[in-house]
């Protein structure tokens, strides 16, 4: 059985992402298996609130309360950013790839492609091996930009990659869409009639994602 890891997006939980994704899951079938982590840290309400008003992003209030919302590292206000707590969600992503074995891909929604694409070019460092795996899927992402990481995405990285990006979204986030593909290696990538969210409600899309993964084999 393949594995997949899925990554969910900033102030979400894994049962959240779990529910966008399970279309996938039905179209794979019983040959893979798709592993939720939760991201470690917690989100307080008001930086989520803030980010609702910064985006514009429709979350209703009842989404917003103690242990509703996570994530893997919470960016700081300076410029370029500082991702805090980072060392805390990387130590315990390293335990779940050793717990879980074999991982054939990752898929990041948003927050966590950003983190998929942290962990994809921890992956290409020759004396990195705690994450490992074939492909990834990065949607609705962002390149990361914490100037701890930005060197390493100076030269392309070498990993099959498919990048979903909503023709609805802002201006800003297919800029760093679209930065975030240059950053690999013939780097694919599907328009999907969205804006910042998967294209649960577009089945036909759901089933191209899951196409290219059985193409990985």
Known sequence: MKKIICLHGYAMTSAWLQSWLDQIQHQLGDDYQL?????????????????IARFNIPLPETRIGKGKNWCWYRADET??????????????LTEYFAQHGTIDGVIGWSQGAAMTAILAA????????????????LCGGFLPGDS????????????????VVGKKEPALMKTQAHKLQTAFLNAERLDTPCDHIMPVKFPAEMEKISHWIKCRD
């Open 35 to 51: 592993l939720y982590p939760q991201g470690p840290i917690a989100c307080p309400a008001e930086e989520v609130r803030a980010m």
């Open 79 to 92: 410029q370029p950013p500082r991702y805090r707590q980072i060392e805390e969600t990387l130590a315990y």
């Open 148 to 163: 701890r990481y930005q060197p390493l995405f100076e030269r392309p990285l070498n990993l099959p990659t498919l990048h």
């Open 122 to 137: 921890l992956r290409q460092q020759s004396q990195e091996r705690n994450f490992r795996f074939n492909w990834a899927i």
